[in-house]
C-alpha cells in the first residue's frame, strides 16, 4: 500500500489537529516539518517523531531534500501565495489552511498556480466535517425538511471581551487583525453554510466591534437570499453573554456555542448549543432525538477532512473544498465587508451560485389592459420580484388597440428595465391589425432601438387568427428579428386553439413560438398533439394543472416549458404548482429559468439590453 509522505509547514498552536490526524491515517507518515521557530519545530518534532534531519526552517529547504508527496500548510493567509507557489512549482499536491487568502484576487492566483503546474489543492474547511453537520446534511439529502423556507444559524461566545492586553491567548494576532470575526470564522461559516444550502443569491450584513481590545469586528448579523424564496441569517458574535450557562473559568479561550434551526414544509431541524440534534414532525406534534449531546469535535472533523483529502488524491474524485471552491466562499466573506461598508445588499452572479435554480417569468404585464379591464403596474412587478424569488420577467404590454397607446406601454417597459437592469426585458406587443408599415416599424423599433427580446400574439384580445394574413405577418417579423412570438392560447375560441398553430409552426420552421397557457387545460389535447408534430414549439406554463405539466415534461421535455405567472397576484401559486407537481430537480430548473435562458437567449445578472 502507498504510503503518502507529508511535510507540513507552521508547527504553531493549531497544528497539533492537523499532524494528530495524519498519524491516525494508515496511508500517510509525517515525513518532514517546516517552521522559523526553532522551538516550535523542535516541540513538534519530538512529539511526532520526525528526525532532526527532516526538521526545516524554511519551505525551499524542505522542498529540495525531503522525499514529499504533500505539501500542508498551517501558516497565516499571507504567506499562503507564496507558499503555494513554491509547493505547486515543486509538483507537490497542496493542503492549505484557511482563510485561503487575503483577497480574491490572491486566491485566483493560487488556484491558477495549481492547475497549472497539474498538482491538486484543498482548503483546510474542517467545519463542515463536524459531526453535526454531517449529520443535519444527512437529514436535508433524505429530504426530512422538504421545501426549505428559513435557515437561523447563531454563533455565541464571550471571547473577545476578555482579551484585555496580557491576558495570554492561543491565537494572540486577533488583537490587531482588521478584519476579524466573518474572515477569521466566516470561513468557516459561509463554507458550512454553503455545504447545508447551496450558495445564495444575495446578501446584507451589519457588523460591529464590541470589544475595546480588538481592532476588527467581532459580532455581526448576515442575512442571505435566494431566488425560490429561502431566506436564511447569521447571528454571529464574540462579543455576547447569552449563552453563558455555565462560568467560563481563568483561560481565555474560544467556546464556539452553536445553534441551528431548519425550518422545511415537512419538518425542523434544531441544533443545540451543546451539540444535540432534534427533529420536530410537520404537524409540530414531538420533538425526536437525532444526535445526542456532544462537544465540538474538532479532531474527528480533521481526521474525517484530511483522510477525504487522501481519499481523492488517490481516486482522482473531486475535494469537496477544492481552492476553485474556495473562491465563491471568499466572495460571501469579502462580500460581507462589502455590505456592511456599504449598507448595500451583495448580488452574487449565477456561475458563483453552482447549480442553484434561478426563476425567470417569461410572462408577466405592464399597463392599462383596455379590453380585459385590468391595470398591472409596476409595485405589483417589484413586489412579485421580492416576494417570490423571480430573477428577472419579461415584460409585455397590457393589450391596447392602437399604435400611441401601445408605443407609449412600450416606452414605459423599456423604462422599467432601466431603473431595474438585468431584472426587467421586454416583449412587443402591438395590434396585429395596424396597418402593415406601422405594425413592422414598431416591431423594429422594439428589438433594434427598446432591446425588446420577443414578440406577442394575442389572439383574443385582437381577434385574430394565427394562419390568417394578419397572424403571418408576426411571426415574418419573428423571423426577420429572431426572435420568439409568444401566442395567446385557451380562452377566446376559435382564435386561441393551440391546433391552430400547427400550420403556423410548419410554414415558419425556422420560428420558436411558446404557447402560453398551454391551452388553459381546456384544449391541453390540442396543446399536447401541436408540440408533438412540431420541435418549433414551446409553451409557457400559466393556470396549467402541475399534473399535465409533470406528464408533458416526462413525454416532450422539461426544456420545452418556461415558467410565467401572467399576472403578478398568481405568481406564488404558479412556484407552488411546480414545486409540489413531482418534478425532478433538474426539470424544475428548466421550466423556472434554463428554458428561457436558452430560448430567449438572456444571461441572468447581466443587462440583456
Not at 40 to 67: C, F, I, N, Q, T
Request: glycine share 10%.
Amino acid at each position: 500500500m502507498r504510503k503518502w509522505k507529508i511535510g507540513l509547514v507552521g508547527t504553531g498552536w493549531w497544528s497539533q489537529k492537523h499532524l494528530d490526524a495524519w498519524e491516525r491515517i494508515e496511508r500517510v507518515r509525517i515525513q518532514a516539518l517546516c517552521d522559523r521557530d526553532p522551538g516550535r519545530l523542535a516541540a513538534k518534532g519530538d512529539r511526532y517523531g520526525v528526525p532532526e534531519a527532516e526538521r526545516y526552517a524554511d519551505l525551499g529547504s524542505m522542498l529540495a531534500h525531503a522525499d514529499l508527496d504533500i505539501v500542508d500548510i498551517v501558516t497565516g493567509p499571507d504567506t499562503h501565495v507564496e507558499l503555494v507557489r513554491q509547493a505547486a512549482a515543486a509538483g507537490k499536491h497542496i493542503l492549505c489552511q484557511k482563510p485561503f487568502a487575503r483577497s480574491e484576487e490572491e486566491a485566483g492566483e493560487m488556484v491558477e498556480l495549481a492547475r497549472a503546474a497539474g498538482v491538486r489543492l484543498m482548503v483546510t474547511e474542517n467545519w463542515r466535517w463536524l459531526s453535526r453537520f454531517r449529520e443535519i446534511k444527512r437529514l436535508l439529502d433524505e429530504g426530512r425538511c422538504g421545501r426549505l423556507h428559513a435557515i437561523r444559524y447563531i454563533h455565541s461566545d464571550y471571547y473577545t471581551p476578555r482579551m484585555r492586553p496580557g491576558v495570554r491567548l492561543p491565537q494572540p494576532f486577533f488583537r490587531e487583525m482588521p478584519r476579524l470575526l466573518f474572515y477569521e470564522m466566516g470561513a468557516h461559516w459561509f463554507d458550512t453554510w454553503r455545504f447545508l444550502f447551496g450558495t445564495p443569491s444575495r446578501l446584507y450584513a451589519e457588523t460591529s466591534t464590541v470589544s475595546p481590545y480588538v481592532r476588527g469586528e467581532d459580532a455581526g448579523i448576515v442575512t442571505l437570499g435566494y431566488d425560490d424564496g429561502r431566506y436564511g441569517y447569521m447571528d454571529m458574535s464574540w462579543a455576547t453573554r447569552q449563552k453563558l450557562d455555565e462560568p467560563l473559568g481563568e483561560a481565555v479561550g474560544p467556546v464556539h456555542l452553536e445553534q441551528m434551526i431548519v425550518d422545511g414544509e415537512d419538518g425542523t431541524i434544531k441544533l443545540y448549543a451543546d451539540g444535540a440534534i432534534g427533529f420536530v414532525q410537520r404537524d409540530g406534534g414531538g420533538e425526536s432525538a437525532v444526535l445526542e449531546a456532544h462537544p465540538l469535535d474538532q479532531e474527528e472533523s480533521h481526521l474525517r477532512l484530511q483522510t477525504h483529502f487522501i481519499q481523492c488524491l488517490a481516486d482522482g474524485r473531486p475535494f469537496e473544498t477544492s481552492g476553485e471552491d474556495n473562491l465563491t466562499t471568499l466572495r460571501m466573506i469579502f462580500g460581507t465587508y462589502e455590505s456592511a461598508a456599504g449598507h448595500v445588499p451583495v448580488y452574487f452572479k449565477r456561475e458563483e451560485r453552482g447549480s442553484d435554480m434561478t426563476i425567470i417569468d417569461v410572462h408577466a404585464h405592464l399597463g392599462a389592459d383596455c379590453v380585459f379591464d385590468e391595470t398591472f403596474t409596476e409595485e405589483e412587478l417589484i413586489d412579485k420580484h421580492n416576494g417570490h424569488g423571480i430573477g428577472l420577467s419579461i415584460v409585455q404590454p397590457a393589450s391596447c388597440h392602437d399604435l400611441e397607446s401601445v408605443r407609449a406601454q412600450h416606452d414605459a417597459v423599456y423604462a422599467l428595465a432601466g431603473r431595474y437592469p438585468g431584472q426587467f426585458l421586454g416583449m412587443a406587443n402591438p395590434n396585429p391589425h395596424l396597418k402593415d408599415e406601422a405594425y413592422a416599424e414598431e416591431i423594429r423599433r422594439c428589438v433594434e432601438e427598446l432591446g425588446f427580446v420577443g414578440i406577442k400574439l394575442h389572439t383574443s384580445a385582437h381577434a385574430v387568427h394565427p394562419d390568417s394574413r394578419d397572424g403571418r405577418k408576426v411571426f415574418e417579423q419573428g423571423r426577420k428579428w429572431n426572435v420568439p412570438v409568444m401566442v395567446h392560447t385557451g380562452a377566446g375560441i376559435p382564435f386561441a386553439n393551440p391546433a391552430n398553430l400547427m400550420p403556423v409552426a410548419e410554414r415558419f420552421p425556422d420560428v420558436n413560438i411558446v404557447m402560453a397557457h398551454c391551452g388553459m387545460m381546456i384544449m391541453a389535447g390540442e396543446t399536447a398533439l401541436a408540440m408533438e408534430r412540431h420541435d418549433n414549439l414551446y409553451a409557457d406554463i400559466t393556470w396549467t394543472a402541475g399534473f399535465q405539466i409533470r406528464r408533458w415534461a416526462e413525454t416532450f421535455g422539461a426544456r420545452r416549458f418556461l415558467f410565467g405567472s401572467d399576472h403578478a397576484d398568481n405568481a406564488g401559486a404558479e412556484i407552488g404548482k411546480l414545486r409540489t407537481c413531482g418534478l425532478s430537480a433538474e426539470d424544475q430548473a428548466w421550466i423556472f429559468g434554463k428554458s428561457a435562458e436558452a430560448l430567449y437567449r438572456i444571461q441572468i445578472g447581466r443587462d440583456n439590453a
